[in-house]
């Protein structure tokens, strides 16, 4: 089951993106952004969970309903920002939404990649995507996600490594991490 719809959502929502819950405020180690289109969202609020629980890392959690409607968004800012170039610069919905946040953005969907890649051009920072990019390979979806790479454990270290990328977390904690979840480097 999807969790239930915040107050206030709506509108956010019908624009394919809305900050479903914020991480805690005044916490001051390593914060991530993390965004889950569809069902595999209970996946990406379980890998808040075990950031925070088990890295330190806080996390704000946003549902993104629409990547496609996100990059139609951003594409008229785009258009309108390069034929308007002496007027005020427009901000997509996506820039609109992280840009007062902080820490890598990490994406993960059911769907192929491309489907999150949309949106690249208007991440302000790193963004890390992941994605099914196929079919049929399991009996289930959780053993989907694990072969494709975007379960909970895998948006986890993608996370970790994202902060460690920028410099924020050694990379000796993406290394715990991947033991620590039973990630086989070399399948």
């Not at 990649?113 to 051009?121: K, L, S, V």
Request: proline letters at 6%; aromatic letters at 8%.
């Amino acid at each position: 089951r999807h969790p239930a719809m915040p107050e206030g959502a709506a509108p956010a929502i019908i624009k394919g993106m809305y900050l479903f819950q914020a991480g805690g405020k005044k916490a001051k180690g390593p914060r991530v952004q993390l965004l889950g289109s569809g069902t595999i969202f209970r996946e990406v609020i379980a890998a808040a969970d075990l950031l925070r629980d088990e890295w330190g890392v806080e996390s704000d959690l946003w549902s993104c309903p629409s990547f496609t409607e996100l990059a139609r968004d951003g594409n008229a800012v785009a258009r309108h920002n390069l034929l308007h170039p002496t007027a005020k610069p427009r901000q997509s919905h996506v820039e609109h939404c992280l840009g007062e946040t902080t820490g890598p953005v990490v994406a993960a969907t059911d769907y192929m990649r491309t489907f999150a890649e949309q949106i690249r051009a208007y991440v302000p920072r790193r963004y890390v995507v992941l994605g099914t990019d196929g079919f049929g390979r399991s009996d289930t979806r959780e053993k989907l996600r694990q072969f494709f790479e975007v379960d909970r454990a895998y948006v986890t270290v993608a996370a970790l490594k994202a902060l460690a990328d920028d410099g924020v977390l050694p990379a000796a904690k993406v290394a715990d991490a991947v033991r620590k979840y039973g990630i086989d480097p070399s399948k």
